[in-house]
Each structure stands twice: as structure tokens, then as C-alpha cells.
């Protein structure tokens, strides 16, 4: 899609094209507020691991490649202009990682996108466990959600997920790295590209209600979607519409009647590569809605609104802004955004 080839080319050249706001240089010991724990960094590190797609899309475009020991936890593949520099870190594995693997690498810092990945009821290892062999770690502020009286492990959200936490999440890495000059220019990057897919949706145009759907284990599963509050719910506002689901918890899941009960106008589905199950793949979840005799009959797909969306723009990363601009390209094409 050529916008979404443009924005891979304007950031591949933020590193040769300096737009830098100025920076000062890291002075350390520096200590960040994170997630309601404090981290204190000696010097900036060298034998990093991004634990999750996000934070390892984060470290590689503030050109960090050398500083990485490893990743793992790739729900889809790398952004294209990253590809030859993840190609030269230590993939440890595409799923969760033990605790084990990671520490093998000898890191000395570990970033997480997800709790699941780090966190009180984490399948890999809690902060506390980096803590006791000398392992500062950082876990992204978009996904510090209290899991208290919610069913889902990443827990609720109070309020609309918006790029600020982003912003600052880039903000906290670079100055961790001492690298604030690179991260001040992707920031700017990326707020120049939010305003301007905001700038471009028409306010008289209809406010679209929107699902996007994750994956689910089989047809005859609940879906797993994005939540009132979650990134698909700010993507949605971004492009002037609504979330049509209205659970706060992150990834609520849902049965297939009270997806056709919302009446979405369009149905967002994810394209995975991790083929995890069957229906990660864009084309079965497009099968199974316009074959399925209920499905089928839902307005969203009569009108050929159904769009796709890089699933990892469903959590609230740095893919996030992409998705928007995917979901905006095929529906302006269809005439069903203006």
C-alpha cells in the first residue's frame, strides 16, 4: 500500500535525515518511574533484550542494533526497513521465552512490550526475578493495566489509549540508551503522521462503528478483539468513528452473536504471522465471515467492508499509527471514509 511504504521510508531515513529537537545527553545514574517501580541505570546498556515485538521495533529504529543481546515474542514479522538490522540480533524465539533463555545472553537490561512477558503472573519471569540477579528492566507504559477483578491477563482500561504513552515510552528508551536526539526524531515522525491522518478524515462524513478482530482459536470460538479503550479503540477515533465493542477490558472475547448483535459498519481483521491458528490468517478470518450463514448476513460484509490490519497494531506499539493509515487507505478506497 503506498502509504504505508511511504511512512516505512520516512522512517528508514530518519537515521541520514536529522530533524533533531535538541537533546542533552544522558547523565546517569539515571532513574525512571516504571510501571510503579523505580529503575536506576549505572550507565546505558550494552546487551540488550527486546521481550516483545514492540520493544524491539522501538530499540532497532533508534538505531540500537549493536546494543541488542537478543529478542524473542514476535506476533508478526519485523517492519521491512528493520529487516537487515533484527536479521543481525539473536532471535531466541518467536513465542514466550523461559526465563533461562534469556538470562544465557548475559543481558543487562530487558524491555518488555507485554506483562504477560514481565510481570506479577508472567509465563516468562517477574521484575523481581531481573532484580535479584542485577537486571534493571522496563515494561511499556501503554500496557501497565491493573489485572484486579478483570478475566483478562492484560487486564482493563479506564480510558482511551492514546500516542502520549508511546511518545513516552520512545522518550524513556532513548535517554536509557543516551541516545535522546534519535528518539526526539521519532517522535516527531510520528506526531507529524498523527496529525495529519487526523487532519484528513472528514468530520462530515459518517462516524463509523468499528471490530477488529484479533483471532480466535477455531469458527466456532469466542474472537478475541480490541477493546472500547484499547489501540483499535483509539484507531477507530483517530479516523473519526467507534469502537462498536464496549468491554474495557484489553482483549475482550466474544461470541459470535454479540459481534452481529454490535452491528459494526466495518469489520477490522489482523494478519498474523505467527500461525498460531488458522484463522491469524487474514484470508480464513475473510472465508469464515462472508461463508458462515450468520456472519455472512452482517451489513459490514454485505457492503464489502471488511479491511485488513497488521495485528500488532492491535496492541498499542509503534505499529500502531500503520494500522490507522491501512484501515484509512482501504476504506477511502471503497468510498467508505471520506
Known sequence: M??????FHILASLALSPRTAAAAPTQYPLTIENCGAEVTFEKAPERAI????????????????DKMAGTAFWP???????ADANDKVKLLTVEFPTFESILAEDPDFVAAALPSLLGPDSKVAKREDFEKVGV??????????????SKDVYGSRDRLWNMDLLYKEIDELARIFDVAERGADLIVDLKEREAALRSTVSAEGKKLS???WFSSQSPSADAYLGGKNSSSGFIADLLGGVNAVSAEAEWPTLGWESIIAANPDVIVVASLDRNRWELDKPEAKIKFLTTDPATSQMPAVKNNAIVVMDGQAMNPTIRTIYGAEQIAEQLKARGLLK
Request: with cysteine.
Open 2 to 7: 503506498k502509504s504505508l511504504l511511504i511512512a
Open 50 to 65: 527486546g521481550l516483545g515485538q514492540n520493544s524491539a521495533e522501538i530499540m532497532l529504529l533508534l538505531g540500537l542494533r
Open 76 to 82: 508478526s514479522k519485523v517492519l521491512p526497513q528493520l
Open 136 to 149: 534493571p528492566t522496563y515494561l511499556s507504559p501503554s500496557t501497565c493495566l491493573s489485572t484486579v477483578g
Open 210 to 212: 468499528y471490530v477488529f
